[in-house]
């Protein structure tokens, strides 16, 4: 197996959260979440998904934007972009005024929509500087899940990991959970055009890599997200995969700040 670059590794471990940050989010979430939760609404727009069983069950509940006017809490919050300009899971300028950080799972229906319908119209704000898309896994949706997650950073060595992704999200997009074998995951990757597949086939076993994605998971539960697709647009949390205008109003709000 040829030598792994720094990158995959080194922008988990520079953007591992400490103990007390991950204490505090985990109570502004956690204060967020039931204020969410409680609000009575149906909506289709996330899972509120547990991390703790190995198959949870996707569940309708109405999770809206909510931004934050609490100094301490804003700050943590914008703690939370790495920011590194090797990071091959983000997209943008690290300068970039907003940063988006996205908390996903490669089998999740919702991750999917958001995938599919709302990152399209988004990337205008990455091409002209003010936005700054970082991408997290929370792999809990069963061992296929890991498996995949692993597969989108080897996709990720060799620059495609938003190919990757695309092409993932796009097929569970289509209905049904797609086959995410081995053998189905090196099909992926060479439509994703990724260019040595010997080398990606490998790399699904790098322990760095395994360790990455259990990394940005265990963080995600430590910071009481329960489910997916899950946003932090600066200071503006976004629980679930909402209308693409929650997102385009989030941005534009905090890039004119």
């Not at 989010?25 to 149906?42: C, E, K």
């Not at 896994?137 to 938003?162: C, H, Y």
Request: negative net charge; contains cysteine.
């Amino acid at each position: 197996m040829s030598a792994q670059p720094e990158t995959a590794q080194d922008s988990s471990h520079k953007g591992r959260i400490g103990w007390g940050l991950a204490w505090v989010l985990s109570l502004v979430l956690a204060f967020i979440l039931g204020h969410q939760m409680g609000s009575g609404q149906d909506s289709t727009t996330g899972t509120g998904v547990p991390p703790t069983p190995p198959a949870p069950t996707v569940q309708q509940t109405e999770q809206q934007a909510a931004p934050t006017q609490d100094p301490a809490v804003m700050d943590l919050l914008r703690k939370l972009p790495r920011r590194a300009a090797d990071d091959p899971l983000a997209k943008g300028s690290v300068d970039a005024k907003v940063v988006l950080t996205e908390w996903s799972d490669y089998r999740c229906p919702y991750c999917a929509r958001w995938a599919t319908q709302t990152l399209p119209e988004l990337q205008r704000y990455v091409d002209d500087g003010t936005l700054r898309i970082e991408y997290r896994d929370m792999a809990v949706l069963g061992p296929e899940s890991v498996t995949t997650a692993i597969a989108a950073r080897s996709a990720a060595q060799q620059g495609k990991f938003w190919e990757f992704y695309n092409v993932v999200f796009e097929r569970l997009a289509q209905g049904g959970q797609p086959d995410h074998s081995v053998p189905a995951l090196i099909e992926l990757a060479r439509t994703a055009g990724v260019p040595d597949l010997a080398r990606f086939e490998a790399d699904l076993a790098d322990p760095a890599l395994q360790d990455a994605v259990a990394t940005d998971s265990h963080e995600a539960q430590q910071m009481g997200i329960t489910g997916t697709p899950f946003f932090v647009v600066n200071t503006t949390v976004i629980n679930g995969a909402q209308p693409t205008q929650e997102f385009i109003a989030a941005i534009e709000a905090h890039a004119n700040e």
